[in-house]
């Protein structure tokens, strides 16, 4: 996983033209922006959603194994849980047409990054992620979640 701000994002440009891509969609939003699916490239989209965080003890991971993740609020902020897939169960097994797997029960003690106010989250294939919590009580976020083609 990779937590940073949109002002640093020209670092990214050398891991990957995709990513930079999105990151550069990112900083350039227009908080207007209507919800749903926005296509960047043929390599890389934008998922605008709006939603009320959660604040519960609850977690379910996630990964997926054909995009990477680039997750951000631009309205809001949001508690991202993180942790290696490998310390994990699996709760639900691979679904090929959603190109998600769920997990449960950290072996290790999960961590978490709060994202939002131009920060984000870059999560790869093993980074099991449990986003849509609440970073002090629940509010409603706008948020853009970057899918970036990998394979």
């Known amino acids: 996983m990779i937590i940073d701000t949109l002002d640093n994002i020209s670092i990214y440009k050398k891991l990957s033209k ?11 939003i227009d908080y207007k922006i ?8 043929n390599r890389v989209k934008a998922i605008v959603e709006k939603y009320e965080t959660i604040n519960n003890n609850s977690f379910e991971f996630e990964s997926h194994k054909r995009v990477i993740d680039i997750q951000c609020p631009i309205i809001g902020l949001e508690r991202v849980f993180w942790s290696p897939i490998t310390d994990m169960k699996v709760k639900k097994s691979y679904d090929n047409i959603k190109d998600i797997t769920i997990y449960n029960d950290p072996i290790s003690p999960s961590r978490y990054v709060d994202i939002g106010n131009r920060v984000f989250a870059i999560m790869f294939e093993n980074d099991g992620h ?19 083609l990998i394979n």
């Open 18 to 28: 995709d990513v930079y891509a999105g990151l550069i969609f990112l900083k350039n």
């Open 34 to 41: 209507e919800l749903g699916v926005h296509d960047i490239n």
């Open 130 to 148: 449990s986003p849509k919590h609440s970073v002090k009580y629940s509010e409603l976020i706008t948020k853009i979640t970057i899918k970036v």
